[in-house]
């Protein structure tokens, strides 16, 4: 199965480069039908016509970002080398709120470039 995500341009550019592998997500139910296996096509929100596929190889569920952020590498996940010492699960509550990630659980999305 395919699935469609729109990405900021950090981000796509940093899984275009091999420097981001895993994708932070709420496992809300468009995630909950993500698969091993499955392809993530990746658009780039200024420009939709700029996308990447890759294919899913590891769906890692976490009950919140404070635990995927205790468990995961960051440095995969999206984070640059001078940024680690800071990062928090609190970052991500700029995307997704405290009750949507209480409510859905979460999600680090594994993946492989096509």
Do not use: N, W
């Not at 993530?40 to 404070?66: D, I, K, N």
Request: hydrophobic letters at 40%; glycine letters at 4%; aromatic letters at 8%.
């Amino acid at each position: 199965m395919t699935h469609s995500m729109k990405l900021h341009d950090q981000p796509f550019a940093m899984i275009r480069s091999g420097q981001k592998d895993i994708e932070l997500r709420l496992y809300d139910e468009k995630r909950q039908q993500i698969r091993v296996g499955d392809t993530l096509v990746f658009c780039r929100s200024r420009a939709p016509e700029e996308t990447l596929s890759a294919t899913v190889v590891a769906l890692h569920r976490f009950p919140s970002f404070a635990a995927l952020y205790e468990a995961l590498p960051l440095d995969r996940c999206g984070y640059l080398p001078e940024e680690l010492d800071t990062a928090t699960a609190a970052d991500m509550d700029l995307y997704y709120s405290p009750e949507k990630q209480a409510l859905y659980g979460v999600v680090g999305i594994e993946i492989r470039l096509i």
